[in-house]
């Protein structure tokens, strides 16, 4: 099975553009998680999508946003991009079912915003 | 509240020499926890989980971890370290509540291993 790939893999934005990035999950996986990492908080949850509706999202701004397509492909928008929103965003899928359940996690796209 | 303590942030050993990462987690129900890996500009990599049953699990690249309840913990160990195991270790807990998966990571370990 193909692993979970993410593009761009990476990407060079200023402050106040707007950002959209995209992960396809491994075949038959319908959640894809989300996640955040900086050398400052470490990995940190965004959100989760599973079949198309956000099940759950962490503690960011509003300026973060996704959503699923019913290929299960995800994509996550960024708005209105301040400095700290430089990081590395690794995107997870499972099946999405059960607890346990081991997210697969893709290559991830690293942000700069300069 | 859930959370997950990674209390040495860098470790250096010796190649061949055994290697302990310590893992401390506070989650109300009887937890998954997980051992991630991360090489430099790489994703994650699954090494091994735990969610029942034996308390000793076995993962790849010749990692195992024990499950300990009563200390709150889930240490990763290798016996005889391989240079090519330098990376970033990630330990999490995975929270399954209201229908929903999310992984809760500590700060992560990050290992050195001198020739």
């Known amino acids: 099975k193909a692993g979970v790939t993410q593009t761009p893999r990476y990407l060079i934005k200023t402050r106040g553009q707007q950002v959209t990035l995209s992960c396809s999950p491994i075949?038959?996986?319908?959640?894809v998680s989300w996640y955040q990492q900086t050398p400052g908080q470490g990995l940190q949850f965004l959100f989760e999508?599973?079949?198309?509706?956000?099940?759950n999202k962490g503690n960011f701004p509003g300026r973060f946003s996704g959503r699923q397509f019913s290929n299960s492909r995800s994509e996550m928008n960024v708005s209105t991009l301040e400095l700290g929103d430089s990081a590395l965003y690794l995107c997870?899928?499972?099946?999405?079912?059960?607890?346990?359940?081991?997210?697969?996690f893709g290559p991830g796209t690293r942000l700069l915003v300069l | 509240a859930q959370s997950v303590t990674q209390p040495d942030i860098h470790i250096t050993v010796s190649e061949g020499a055994s290697l302990e990462l310590r893992c401390n987690y506070s989650?109300?129900?009887?937890?998954?926890l997980f051992w991630y890996v991360q090489s430099p500009g790489q994703g994650l990599q699954l090494l091994l989980k735990?969610?029942?049953?034996?308390?000793l699990v076995q993962g790849i690249k010749g990692f195992e971890a024990e499950f300990k309840r009563s200390q709150s913990s889930f240490n990763l160990r290798k016996p005889s370290v391989h240079w090519s195991d330098a990376a970033e270790y990630f330990c999490?807990?995975?929270?399954?509540?209201?229908?929903?998966?999310?992984?809760?990571f500590g700060a992560g370990t990050r290992l050195a291993v001198h020739p």
């Open positions: 997870a899928s499972s099946y999405g079912l059960a607890g346990g359940e081991t997210q697969y």
């Open positions: 075949s038959g996986h319908r959640s």
């Open positions: 999508y599973f079949s198309e509706t956000q099940r």
């Open positions: 989650y109300g129900a009887t937890p998954y």
């Open positions: 735990y969610f029942s049953g034996d308390t």
């Open positions: 999490a807990v995975g929270a399954w509540s209201g229908g929903y998966n999310k992984l809760i």
